[in-house]
């Protein structure tokens, strides 16, 4: 999809919106200062959907109009010179389906109260203000919008005043947004809120949160004046915008949105204590903030080049974590991020980052565009060097302040601050796709006494993905008692390095931070890896140590991996290690009381990888010790791994084990999600019926979307589930309606070509039409 062309900016939008919470209703009068690029404007082109237009005026004068499409094309009385402006009045109403949304009460939580919010990205904000939506044109606001009583009317910039109507029972909040922005980044959340204070130096800090959740709003947000601190420091630039809010709404489309100076949250990011043992929501509030400089103050000329807003904002939780929590936690968050972008390259598809090959801009919202391209900063962070890659940023920030920007900027920013040429840098991992995947052997040469090192290049190259990428990487060896640290520098598909030393090494790592993105094969001894395990400085060279010694089941690895289970000084050593134990037990049948011990007195996400690990396992004992946990464990996720653990054994009465769970909550029913795994797992028919039940209105959504999908991982196609799916087409939430059309498209359903595509028409969300179009062409496929 290839970027715009433009005739014309708008400089400024004057908002003015009467918001009908009874009738989820917009009535609004919009006033855009227009400035032509092109000599001889005569028409003005807005992106305008489902708006009921009644009048407009150009330059104070009444102006012919019409609506076509998702379009609406503006005579103007005279031509515009190039670099002249026009002001257009646009008079409206509108009850928009997506752009605006309004939530209420459910079946499933009737005491919520009537809201509205905003979410603009990617190209929405035309279905609820008449404007021009590109990422590169910029535009100051004024936003006036008038609520109910009682109602709070938040938007981005600074409160210019608020005047209660004790006739028309409501209040107007004015609000104005001196720095421009992109339409996408224009917000509006309505709703009965409670307002937190704070402060970070000078800049006012505002949290909104429903009545009745203000310590948990307080817990949610007390980092925010720590993140605003640490990023301005390592982005050499301070927090750009006059206050930063952050309001807690119902129905979000997503986890956050980083509207300027105003970011949207999910109310499931507040949490009780007792939630808080399973998910944080650090990296949620850390990676919204980060955008009001990765978006908000530079912003992607387009959406191909969107890694330069997400990837950056992603790593940016990396930075947060590393400067709140340390090098090992950000170091792990690293690889998490890198392994969720494997999932998606060996499982779904495979693609450049800067991709301009898409149906809706939504689809390349992706794995690759958020944890590929925070590898990616962290790769080119590793390449530069600290001080240097920071220099680069604080350039690039401040060179682009207020505009759009593509790769080219990022690049050029960072080659006039370190004087190298980073081209092949950019080409390799933004422009080209996949990653290196490698063949390490080495040999000692007793003769020249010499390393002799062979790194081999093994990924099949195509359209996409190179032959060769440039590889530099760290050499760690130990020779005697002395550790050596020497930089190799790949570039060849087969190289082979001789290194000299006075002798033999010990123990070889090659990369042992994991600065480099790669898939590798480096066959060690066992000893090198028990010394890695135990001695290594760098948690990911402890992990990949303790991932190696799987294959071993020798004593001295079960006794090494059992240590580091039990005390490695970083938990996800632990982790690593029960996840070895755990496939070595499925060898040896003396492991299950080792590993159910090492639950003791560990945090939850260990304990977590004990149940992992007697399910893999497996058998009567580590049966009896998953049981137990379901009953004891106080982590709801816990309770729910130990479920799929017995799934997993599929014995004669793990149906009923897991059936007899279900009435249980938890934040974000994340029990009930793995329930319902357990019954894929399981394949058992009596599952139909209940997970049927859990599609309907009256459970939560995210346990609606999980049962909706369940049905199409079961795989029993019935004429009661294929008419159920079909239903869900049209669900209210656009999630439940993604899973079914993807259900529909792995049953193969025979009635659901009809469906999809006498739906599609009329769905709004493009991430939904997505999951129609992939729908139809798995049917398509199946033929």
């Not at 928009?96 to 939580?109: I, M, N, Q, S, Y």
């Not at 969107?306 to 936690?329: I, M, P, Q």
């Not at 982790?575 to 080792?594: F, H, K, N, P, W």
Request: proline share 4%; charged share 30%.
């Amino acid at each position: 999809m290839p970027r715009r062309d433009l005739e014309f900016h708008v400089r400024h939008y004057k908002v003015a919106l009467d918001v009908d919470l009874e009738r989820r209703a917009l009535s609004g009068r919009v006033t855009l200062t227009i400035e032509a690029i092109r000599e001889g404007l005569r028409e003005v082109v807005l992106d305008a959907a489902e708006l009921d237009v009644s009048s407009v005026r150009a330059g104070g004068r009444r102006a012919r109009h019409e609506s076509e499409g998702e379009k609406l094309r503006v005579k103007l009385p005279r031509p515009l010179g190039t670099g002249r402006r026009v002001s257009v009045e646009i008079v409206y109403t509108t009850s928009p389906r997506k752009g605006f949304f309004f939530v209420g009460p459910t079946e499933a939580e009737a005491d919520r109260h009537a809201a509205g919010w905003s979410q603009g990205q990617a190209d929405d904000t035309h279905w609820w203000i008449p404007c021009l939506e590109s990422t590169e044109s910029r535009a100051t606001l004024e936003l006036i919008a008038t609520v109910p009583k009682g109602y709070r009317a938040i938007g981005n910039g600074r409160l210019v005043s608020r005047r209660a109507s004790v006739r028309r029972k409501t209040v107007t909040y004015h609000w104005r947004q001196d720095t421009a922005h992109p339409a996408y980044l224009m917000s509006l959340v309505v709703g009965k809120f409670v307002e937190l204070k704070d402060r970070a130096g000078k800049v006012p800090l505002l949290g909104y949160v429903p009545r009745g959740s203000e310590a948990k709003g307080s817990e949610l947000f007390k980092k925010t004046p720590f993140m605003i601190e640490t990023f301005s420091k390592v982005f050499g630039v301070p927090y750009p915008y006059p206050k930063y809010a952050q309001s807690t709404v119902y129905d979000f489309t997503f986890g956050g949105m980083e509207n300027t100076g105003a970011t949207t949250l999910t109310v499931r990011a507040l949490q009780t204590p007792e939630d808080a043992m399973d998910q944080t929501y650090e990296t949620l509030i850390s990676h919204e903030l980060a955008h009001q400089w990765w978006g908000d103050l530079v912003t992607c000329r387009d959406w191909s080049e969107g890694w330069l807003n997400e990837g950056f904002a992603t790593y940016s939780e990396v930075v947060f974590w590393e400067a709140e929590h340390g090098r090992d936690e950000a170091d792990y968050a690293r690889l998490e991020q890198m392994c969720s972008y494997l999932v998606e390259d060996n499982g779904d598809y495979r693609r450049p980052i800067v991709e301009t090959r898409f149906r809706h801009p939504s689809d390349i919202f992706d794995r690759h565009l958020y944890e590929k391209g925070a590898t990616v900063v962290h790769m080119l962070r590793a390449t530069l060097g600290d001080a240097v890659w920071r220099r680069g940023l604080k350039l690039y920030l401040e060179r682009h302040a207020f505009g759009g920007v593509e790769t080219g900027d990022l690049r050029r920013a960072c080659e006039e601050v370190s004087g190298r040429n980073l081209s092949w840098f950019f080409d390799q991992w933004i422009h080209r796709g996949g990653h290196p995947e490698i063949r390490v052997t080495r040999e000692w040469d007793a003769g020249s006494k010499s390393l002799l090192l062979t790194v081999e290049q093994v990924q099949e190259p195509d359209a996409v993905t190179p032959a060769v990428f440039r590889l530099p990487m760290m050499l760690e060896l130990l020779v005697g008692e002395r550790r050596l640290r020497l930089p190799i520098d790949v570039q060849q598909r087969k190289e082979t390095i001789q290194i000299p030393l006075p002798q033999k090494p010990r123990y070889v790592a090659l990369d042992p931070e994991h600065d480099l993105m790669k898939l590798m094969e480096f066959p060690r001894s066992a000893e090198e890896l028990l010394h890695g395990l135990a001695e290594s400085d760098f948690v990911l060279e402890r992990i990949r140590c303790a991932r190696e010694l799987a294959s071993s089941g020798h004593e001295a690895a079960v006794e090494a991996l059992t240590r580091a289970a039990r005390s490695d000084r970083f938990w996800g050593v632990r982790i690593a290690a029960l996840a070895s134990l755990g496939e070595i037990g499925t060898r040896r049948a003396d492991l299950v009381e080792r590993v159910a011990n090492l639950a003791k007195g560990q945090k939850p996400r260990v304990r977590r990888a004990v149940a992992w690990a007697l399910g893999w396992i497996g058998g009567d004992e580590a049966l009896k010790h998953l049981r137990r946990m379901v009953s004891s464990e106080e982590s709801k996720y816990n309770a729910g791994m130990a479920l799929l653990g017995i799934a997993r054994a599929k014995r004669e009465d793990a149906f009923e084990t897991l059936r007899a769970e279900l009435p249980r909550e938890s934040h974000r029913d994340v029990l009930r999600q793995l329930i319902f795994d357990g019954f894929v797992l399981l394949r058992d028919p009596r599952a139909v019926p209940i997970v049927l039940e859990y599609t309907r209105p009256l459970y939560k959504n995210e346990a609606r979307e999980a049962a909706t999908k369940a049905l199409g991982k079961l795989g029993i196609l019935e004429d009661r589930v294929e008419s159920r799916l079909i239903e869900l087409l049209r669900d209210p939430w656009f999630r439940v309606r993604t899973a079914a059309a993807r259900s529909l498209g792995k049953l193969k359903s025979g009635r659901a070509g009809s469906a999809l595509r006498e739906a599609l028409p009329g769905e709004p969300m493009e991430g939904v039409r997505s999951a129609f179009e992939g729908a139809l062409d798995d049917l398509r496929d199946a033929r």
